[in-house]
């Protein structure tokens, strides 16, 4: 492991919310879509089921979107500035079947307000360990989502929506293609 368990957590929720949306695509239409991301990506406490919970955590993601195309001292003035609009406390917690982690607003916090706090201490991390460049977007030239690179030797090029085994069958097609002309 390379980060703290809720680090890596934190980091793949957040590319997560990021890829939920892109050029003409929406993932998160309804408060039905967003109960199946709280439950995919393990989140527990409150949930409202509301169109206005669902308004919050869709604004939050352009602003998330940002850091994968920022600087060091831009991802500090976001991740500052998203700990502190959220009065940020850190504190041990257990709950769950969880081992201690860091919780940084109350479990009863708005969601995205704990959506945005959880990313920042992922990234808080990051920053700490100058390890940004972990943030990546996908190599598929048809895909612009975002990606975390959590391999040990930093070889993750694809994100998770299948665009490995797209490039895949490309790289064989444009082979055979080459092989019969
Ligand atoms: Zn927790
Ligand atoms: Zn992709």
């Known amino acids: ?5 809720d680090t890596e957590c934190g980091l793949v ?25 709280f439950t995919a990506y393990g989140w527990t406490g409150r949930h409202e089921h509301t169109e206005a ?11 998330l979107r940002r850091i994968w195309h920022a600087d060091t001292d ?7 500035g998203l700990l502190r609009e959220s009065h940020a406390l850190p504190q041990l917690v257990r709950h769950d079947d969880e081992p201690y982690h860091l919780h940084a607003v109350p ?10 706090v959880e990313a920042a201490m992922a990234l808080a991390d990051l920053v700490r360990m100058d390890e940004l460049s972990r ?29 490995g085994n797209r490039a895949a069958v490309s790289a064989y097609r444009a082979r055979k293609a080459a092989a019969h002309s």
Do not use: Q
């Open 107 to 116: 479990r009863d916090a708005p969601l995205a307000t704990r959506m945005a």
């Open 135 to 163: 943030l990546r977007l996908c190599d598929h030239p048809d895909c612009e989502n975002v990606l975390v690179d959590l391999s040990k030797n930093r070889s993750r090029r694809f994100c998770d929506a299948g665009c």
């Open 1 to 5: 492991m390379l980060f703290a368990h």
């Open 53 to 63: 919970e669902l308004r919050e955590v869709r604004a939050l993601r352009p602003r």
């Open 13 to 37: 929720a957040t590319a997560a919310l990021v890829n939920t949306t892109g050029p003409d695509r929406e993932g998160l239409p309804d408060v039905t879509a967003l109960d199946e991301f």
């Open 74 to 80: 831009e991802v500090v003035a976001v991740v500052n």
